[in-house]
Structures are given as C-alpha cells and as structure tokens.
C-alpha cells in the first residue's frame, strides 16, 4: 500500500508560486511526523519544512519566509505553499514520513538521516526559470 502520494509540481517562473500536497494514509497522517525534503542533481537532500501534530512549524532557512508548510485533517494531506519561488529552489521535492522519536517527538527532523523516514513519496519536480 503506497503511503505518500505527493503532486503539485511544475515549471514557473521566478518569483511565481505553487502549491505541493502530499496525501498520506489516515494512520501514517496521525502517528508519524511528516516533512517536506528537496534534492537537486548534484547536490544533497535538504530537509525544507515539517510541522508537528500540534502545529508547530520549522523551516529551513532558505525557505523561511517564502513557504508555509500546514496539513489538512480532514483529508490526510500535507501541503506546501511555495511563494517568491526561485532558480535555485528548482528541485525534485519529497513527502516523508518517520515514527516520532520518545520524549522528543518530531524535534529536529529535518536533519534526521534518511534511514530514518520509513516512507518516502515518489517526489514531484519542481522547476523554477530565470
């Protein structure tokens, strides 16, 4: 059973927005911390934003300010709201999933090793034109 289905990609120009969702199963939306990574050729998997079951949010910092991580109870989804986007943002972007670590929850996921995510959705391409 595929866990995380992500969508929401596509080419824009600099400056443009869109919006990535990603649909989880209902038990894996409600038990496991869920963030938004990017990777580009060539370079490594950044963590980009996750938001815990309380709502609190965390960004990287080159993205503070231009995206808003938040998740939708009712349909199980995690999205992504991708404003002033730019080249360098141009990246295939991914829905993960990991069990939230005792006594710390979700604190610091986003430079947890990938090993420990235990579904990865198939990613969606980002593109973003000067």
């Known amino acids: 059973q595929v866990q995380l289905v992500e969508s929401g990609g596509g080419s824009v120009q600099a400056g443009g927005s869109l919006r990535l969702s990603c649909a989880a199963s209902p038990y894996t939306y409600s038990n496991y911390c869920m963030a938004w990574f990017r990777q580009a050729p060539g370079k490594e998997r950044e963590g980009v934003a996750h938001?815990?079951?309380?709502?609190?949010?965390v960004y990287a910092a080159s993205v503070k300010g231009r995206f808003t991580i938040s998740k939708d109870n009712a349909k199980y989804t995690l999205s992504l709201q991708m404003n002033s986007l730019k080249p360098e943002d141009t990246a295939m972007y991914y829905c993960a999933a990991a069990r939230p670590i005792v006594l710390r929850g979700c604190s610091g996921m986003l430079a947890w090793p990938a090993t420990r995510f235990a579904y990865w959705g198939q990613g969606t391409q980002v593109t973003v034109s000067s």
């Open positions: 938001i815990d079951n309380d709502g609190a949010t």
